[in-house]
């Protein structure tokens, strides 16, 4: 126990990392050359084509960057001929204020959801039913969590289950470390594998100025395959632990085996609202999926496909609007009253202002960057130490050097944010698909958040089961290596179907 007035070292927050990674930046912007390269008609750097510029601002310009970078980051306006960001500049919108209000408005979706009580009692029916097929049970709520995490980064709201999952999980004979690693590396596995998460590859895509739904076949395969290697991984264990207890890595503690699983009392029925509550929720993330893919060019094959005419889309814009009216109609029919509604929608609006605040920060460093033209600097240094690699390689590379940042940048959008205007003009060079290195960055924050200490997640949720963070490693290992070379595999697979 520390001793009075003793402190302990605790990992600053995005936010607090964010704002003295801008600092350095802007310090070393006054070191860093000025350049640039020649772009195509669509925008991408022309290789080859790097060279140094004088530097377009004074000392006076760049401390007004650093002063307005979070202004910037939200709503900077790039201006066509200089490409200088500002907010009173006449352009393109350089912000992220799209990603900014997505992001709140799927945080005021799901906590309304939340608000109605049907997910919750959904997954804890789903628990009872099974409570007399343990294996089953195991692999029925990591399906589920999987699914919520690939869909919409479902992460933090996992804290919740601990109380449900851990005596479940007990009482049906396994141990402590079976419970955390169902919930842990489900949902972890979803994020890792993301298809269509908002907050990872939804972010990552519009810094990559691709479409969210690009890429999705190879994320969906590597989905598949991964979830069910970790599935088949803790059903190993479990089944080896309730065999013989005595093989348990964790342990158990003081009543653990003093309860049965077949006289747990059976939650309350859905109701009929909440079973419309729920076909709502499936029915929005569905429209979100079908709304981003750009079908022709998925069933085709062919990149450069024309749309079909029932294709929808749609971005940052119709998806904000589409979450922000499911809310409301998940809302009306949860009968929350006019009230509570507006209060759960501003509570959930609030909650999810951090990540969104996050986004933007990211996005001002970036202004900083572009502003003192040192993007392309930085851009012509990276294509030295990847020039000439094998497109495999090229994306394994983009996957290794993301290891560290997601251990440093606690936030997956502002790491998203902050390196894909760097890594997705790379793809250029590779010629690979710029989602591809969307999936490489996805899958490279996504196997680091499952295992850094630095997650509040992880370590809530270790903390929550009474499992020690050693013992959940050592068990974790040997799967995140399995994890990694399959990962890297799908990775070299995307560079030869494109």
Same mark, same amino acid.
């Given at each position: 126990?520390?001793?009075?007035?003793?402190?302990?070292?605790?990992?600053?927050?995005?936010?607090? =990392?964010?704002? #003295?990674?801008?600092?350095?930046?802007?310090?070393?912007?006054?070191?860093?050359?000025?350049?640039?390269?020649?772009?195509?008609?669509?925008?991408?750097?022309?290789?080859?084509?790097?060279?140094?510029?004088?530097?377009?601002?004074?000392?006076?310009?760049?401390?007004?960057?650093?002063?307005?970078?979070?202004?910037?980051? %939200?709503?900077?306006?790039?201006?066509?001929?200089?490409?200088?960001?500002?907010?009173?500049?006449?352009?393109?919108?350089?912000?992220?204020?799209?990603?900014?209000?997505? =992001?709140?408005?799927?945080?005021?979706?799901?906590?309304?959801?939340?608000?109605?009580?049907?997910?919750?009692?959904?997954?804890?029916?789903?628990?009872?039913?099974?409570?007399?097929?343990?294996?089953?049970?195991?692999?029925?709520?990591?399906?589920?969590?999987?699914?919520?995490?690939?869909?919409?980064?479902?992460?933090?709201?996992?804290?919740?289950?601990?109380?449900?999952?851990?005596?479940?999980?007990?009482?049906?004979?396994?141990?402590?470390?079976?419970?955390?690693?169902?919930?842990? %590396?489900?949902?972890?596995?979803?994020?890792?594998?993301?298809?269509?998460?908002?907050?990872?590859?939804?972010?990552?895509?519009?810094?990559?100025?691709?479409?969210?739904?690009?890429?999705?076949? %190879?994320?969906?395969?590597?989905?598949?395959?991964?979830?069910?290697?970790?599935?088949?991984?803790?059903?190993?264990?479990?089944?080896?632990?309730?065999?013989?207890?005595?093989?348990?890595?964790?342990?158990?503690?003081?009543?653990?085996?003093?309860?049965?699983?077949?006289?747990?009392?059976?939650?309350?029925?859905?109701?009929?609202?909440?079973?419309?509550?729920?076909?709502?929720?499936? #029915?929005?993330?569905?429209?979100?999926?079908?709304?981003?893919?750009?079908?022709?060019?998925?069933?085709?094959?062919?990149?450069?496909?024309?749309?079909?005419?029932?294709?929808? +889309?749609?971005?940052?814009?119709?998806?904000?609007?589409?979450?922000?009216?499911?809310?409301?109609?998940?809302?009306?029919?949860?009968?929350?009253?006019?009230?509570?509604?507006?209060?759960?929608?501003?509570?959930?609006?609030?909650?999810?202002?951090?990540?969104?605040?996050?986004?933007?920060?990211?996005?001002?460093?970036?202004?900083?960057?572009?502003?003192?033209?040192?993007?392309?600097?930085?851009?012509?240094?990276?294509?030295?130490?990847?020039?000439?690699?094998?497109?495999?390689?090229?994306?394994?590379?983009?996957?290794?050097?993301?290891?560290?940042?997601?251990?440093?940048?606690?936030?997956?959008?502002?790491?998203?944010?902050?390196?894909?205007?760097?890594?997705?003009?790379?793809?250029?060079?590779?010629? #690979?698909?710029?989602?591809? =290195?969307?999936?490489?960055?996805?899958?490279?924050?996504?196997?680091?958040?499952?295992?850094?200490?630095?997650?509040?997640?992880?370590?809530?949720?270790?903390?929550?089961?009474?499992?020690?963070?050693?013992?959940?490693?050592?068990?974790?290992?040997?799967?995140?290596?399995?994890?990694?070379?399959?990962?890297?595999?799908? %990775?070299?697979?995307?560079?030869?179907? +494109?």
């Amino acid at each position: 126990m520390p001793e009075p007035g003793s402190r302990r070292f605790t990992f600053p927050s995005a936010i607090t =990392v964010l704002t #003295v990674v801008t600092v350095a930046v802007w310090i070393a912007a006054f070191f860093i050359p000025s350049g640039e390269y020649e772009r195509n008609g669509d925008g991408n750097p022309i290789e080859g084509t790097y060279h140094r510029i004088p530097s377009p601002e004074d000392f006076w310009s760049r401390l007004g960057d650093l002063l307005t970078f979070p202004v910037n980051g %939200l709503y900077g306006v790039e201006d066509p001929k200089t490409g200088h960001v500002d907010p009173d500049a006449s352009g393109a919108l350089y912000g992220s204020a799209g990603v900014f209000f997505f =992001v709140l408005a799927i945080g005021a979706f799901i906590t309304v959801v939340f608000a109605t009580g049907a997910l919750d009692r959904g997954i804890g029916r789903l628990a009872h039913r099974l409570r007399d097929r343990g294996g089953m049970l195991i692999a029925g709520v990591m399906v589920v969590f999987a699914l919520l995490g690939s869909v919409e980064g479902w992460s933090e709201e996992t804290l919740g289950f601990y109380g449900l999952i851990v005596p479940l999980m007990l009482a049906l004979g396994f141990d402590r470390l079976v419970a955390c690693a169902a919930i842990l %590396l489900s949902s972890g596995i979803g994020i890792l594998a993301a298809t269509v998460d908002p907050f990872s590859i939804g972010v990552a895509s519009s810094a990559a100025k691709v479409s969210i739904g690009d890429g999705i076949v %190879l994320r969906t395969i590597m989905f598949v395959v991964l979830t069910g290697v970790t599935i088949a991984y803790v059903l190993r264990y479990a089944r080896r632990v309730r065999k013989d207890p005595f093989r348990s890595r964790s342990g158990f503690l003081p009543g653990d085996k003093d309860v049965d699983a077949s006289r747990a009392p059976e939650p309350d029925r859905l109701t009929r609202r909440q079973t419309t509550v729920l076909v709502l929720l499936v #029915v929005t993330f569905a429209l979100m999926i079908f709304s981003v893919i750009p079908w022709a060019s998925a069933l085709t094959g062919d990149p450069d496909a024309a749309p079909y005419s029932w294709e929808l +889309g749609w971005s940052f814009p119709e998806l904000a609007a589409l979450f922000l009216i499911a809310a409301v109609v998940v809302g009306f029919v949860g009968r929350l009253g006019e009230q509570n509604f507006t209060a759960t929608l501003t509570k959930g609006m609030g909650e999810f202002i951090a990540p969104a605040l996050v986004v933007v920060l990211a996005r001002g460093i970036t202004v900083i960057m572009n502003n003192s033209k040192i993007t392309d600097t930085v851009l012509n240094a990276v294509q030295g130490v990847v020039s000439g690699t094998d497109s495999a390689l090229f994306t394994v590379l983009v996957w290794v050097v993301n290891l560290p940042l997601a251990f440093l940048i606690p936030s997956t959008s502002g790491h998203a944010t902050l390196t894909m205007p760097i890594l997705a003009p790379l793809a250029q060079f590779a010629e #690979v698909p710029r989602s591809l =290195v969307v999936t490489a960055w996805a899958t490279s924050n996504g196997i680091m958040n499952m295992c850094i200490p630095t997650s509040a997640v992880l370590m809530g949720g270790l903390a929550l089961g009474k499992v020690g963070y050693n013992t959940y490693i050592r068990f974790i290992a040997p799967l995140l290596a399995v994890i990694a070379v399959l990962t890297c595999g799908f %990775l070299a697979l995307g560079t030869v179907i +494109g």
